[in-house]
Every structure is written in structure tokens, then in C-alpha cells.
């Protein structure tokens, strides 16, 4: 299973992806910066990707695949998180996306 994000280049800078994965799951993230690099006549060159906010998440190194990175996140105790992903394009342009990480322990939930 993975998390595909199709960056929109028109996009408020505000916009906001939520997704929820539970403890100790590495999840495949697919940041696609192809319609992006479309819009600019150019292509991904690299792309860096670092866990920020309070609750550190563990975060793989990115690779890049036809304009999409791809990387994989995980945390060994339940909170929220952040990911900072900035693509490079070869006209040294950058775009950053963030991505916002929920992590949940089933273990832990109060079923009522």
C-alpha cells in the first residue's frame, strides 16, 4: 500500500495533505511533481524529504522516478507529524510540499 500525491502547480501554498498510518508501518509516499515540472518545461533533478514538528518521524532517503519521489515514513510511538518534501528542478527552480502524518497505535485506542 502506498500514498500517492499529485502536486498541483496552481495549489495554494496553504493546502494541507493528511494521511494516518498506524505504529511500527514503514508507508510508501509518492510525491508526484510531474504536472509541476509540466507547467515549467522541466524536470526533477532531486528531491530531498526530512520529518519536521514535534513528533519525529523516520524518514528514508528519496528517490526520483520520472518526476515522482518516492520514500518511505514510520515512528515507533503514535502522534503527529510532518514531512518536508522540496523538489529541484533542472532550471534550479524548487517547489516544497508538506505532507502531515498522523500515527496511531490500535493498541492503545479506549473501544467504549
Known sequence: MSRRILVNPNRNNSENRSYSQSVQTDMLYKVDFSNAASDQSTSV?????ESKGIHGLTVTSPTV???????????????????????????????????????????ERRFY
Open 45 to 49: 533533478s532531486a528531491v530531498t524529504a
Open 65 to 107: 522516478s520520472s518526476n515522482v519521489a518516492s520514500f518511505y515514513a514510520s515512528s515507533l510511538t503514535s502522534g503527529d507529524g510532518a514531512i518536508k518534501v522540496v523538489a529541484t528542478y533542472a532550471n534550479a527552480k524548487k517547489d516544497t510540499q508538506f505532507v502531515k502524518v498522523q500515527i496511531t497505535n490500535p493498541g
